[in-house]
C-alpha cells in the first residue's frame, strides 16, 4: 500500500509541475516567480524523498 501512496504522490507533484507555471504563474513576467516555484517545489520533492525512503530496509 505504501507504494501506491508514493505513486499517486508522484502523480500529483508531475500535474503541479505541469500546470502550475503555464497557467496559475504563466501571466506573470518576472522570473522570480519561476525561480520561487521551482525552488519550493523542489524542497517538498526532497521533503517526500527523506520521508519515503526512512524506512528503507526496515519491516513495516
Do not use: E
Not at 500546470?19 to 517526500?48: D, E, K, R
Amino acid at each position: 500500500m505504501r507504494g501506491f501512496y508514493f505513486l499517486a504522490i508522484l502523480i500529483t507533484v508531475t500535474l503541479i509541475d505541469l500546470f502550475v507555471p503555464y497557467i496559475a504563474i504563466g501571466h506573470i513576467a518576472s522570473l522570480w516567480a519561476s525561480y520561487l516555484f521551482w525552488s519550493l517545489l523542489t524542497l517538498v520533492v526532497i521533503g517526500f524523498v527523506i520521508i519515503y525512503t526512512s524506512r528503507w530496509g526496515r519491516r513495516s
